[in-house]
């Protein structure tokens, strides 16, 4: 769970990474800017209390980016490796409830 700053920093950096790096739609590698996930960075940011599974994580990805930009393209099963990946990243960092 995000509790600081700090914290609040730290999972915004986590989750930036790995949704440029997953570039949905393939933004990013057409010339998007850097910022042009951050409105959906940050709303993955405010659910990261929410995780507790890599299940979680996909769930979160999924909501977000089907609000963000409709629901094709981004069924729940295509989010699960970057789900996964999420999930693994914030608990190494200690930031999801109870690590």
Known sequence: MVRSLVEWKLATKIVGDIVREWDPYSLMSLGAP???FDVEI???????????????????LNRVFS??????????????????????KLNDANLLKGG
Do not use: N, Q
């Open 67 to 88: 609000g963000a930009f409709g629901d094709d393209g981004f069924p729940r099963e295509d989010c699960a490796d970057v789900g996964a990946k999420l999930f693994e």
């Open 34 to 36: 850097h910022d042009e």
């Open 42 to 60: 940050a709303a993955v940011v405010k659910e990261v209390g929410r995780i507790r599974s890599a299940a979680d994580a996909t769930v979160v």
